[in-house]
């Protein structure tokens, strides 16, 4: 799976690249009727598309870790209700073995 990623990658940034080469011209942007910037076409790409992409990059993430801990969290649970409870005492567990009456607690032997 790392392979594939790192090809996506790569062809991400060849592709990225290539639209900067051949469009590297300056444009003029008004923020303002008094501001005018001008900057390159690929800079103004890249910044709007990082403009969309991180606040929804770091909601997934923030997301994702919330829904580990729950996981987490349910999972330990899970764990330390599934574990067996050991008797307190020897008499306990005779008791819930069933080798001696609750009520007279002298053994009796089974047949």
Same mark, same amino acid.
């Given at each position: 799976? @790392? /392979?594939?990623? *790192?090809? #996506?990658?790569?062809?991400? $940034?060849?592709? !990225?690249?290539?639209?900067? %080469?051949?469009?590297?011209?300056?444009?003029?942007? @008004? /923020?303002?009727? *008094?501001? #005018?910037?001008?900057?390159? $076409?690929?800079? !103004?790409?890249?910044?709007? %598309?990082?403009?969309?992409?991180?606040?929804?990059?770091? /909601?997934?993430? *923030?997301?994702?870790?919330?829904?580990?801990?729950?996981?987490?969290?349910?999972?330990?649970?899970?764990?330390?209700?599934?574990?067996?409870?050991?008797?307190?005492?020897?008499?306990?567990?005779?008791?819930?073995?069933?080798?001696?009456?609750?009520?007279?607690?002298?053994?009796?032997?089974?047949?």
């Amino acid at each position: 799976m @790392q /392979i594939v990623r *790192t090809i #996506v990658w790569f062809v991400v $940034l060849f592709v !990225l690249l290539a639209f900067s %080469f051949f469009n590297w011209k300056p444009v003029e942007v @008004q /923020i303002w009727p *008094t501001l #005018v910037m001008e900057t390159k $076409l690929p800079a !103004l790409v890249i910044i709007a %598309f990082l403009a969309g992409f991180v606040p929804m990059w770091m /909601i997934h993430r *923030t997301n994702r870790w919330r829904m580990q801990r729950k996981l987490s969290a349910m999972e330990t649970a899970t764990a330390r209700m599934a574990a067996p409870v050991a008797p307190a005492s020897a008499a306990d567990a005779a008791v819930a073995s069933g080798t001696v009456n609750p009520v007279d607690p002298v053994p009796t032997e089974r047949r």
